[in-house]
């Protein structure tokens, strides 16, 4: 199992417009033949220091297969966290209003950090 974190997202808005609408986690499966399975936790960070659990999703993975999900990220600091069983790699990007990437938001596979 491996335990993941995007790491806290500053999304405060520039000119009252946040960088990031949405944020797209894109979740493969590389095995050939075995399952996977993915956890998603999505945390909103309210004022300096509260933080609110707002995604919670478990589900399975085919083998051999990709799935994106796509989740809002309208606050001002947010923060992913993944545990995952099997040969799985995430990526994640920050979409603006029109669904343009952020490149500022992105957060590739090996980008991705271990919680301890």
Known sequence: MAFLTTGLIDNT????VRPSATFQIRIS????????????TGIRLIGDTLRDTYVLELFAIPANTAVVRNY??????????FITAGTIEISAWGKDAAGNLVAAQRVLAEELNPIV
């Open 72 to 81: 809002t990220a309208d606050f001002d600091a947010f923060e992913f966290q």
């Open 29 to 40: 499966n590389d095995d050939l033949v075995i399952p996977g399975t993915v956890e998603i």
């Open 13 to 16: 808005p520039v000119l009252g």
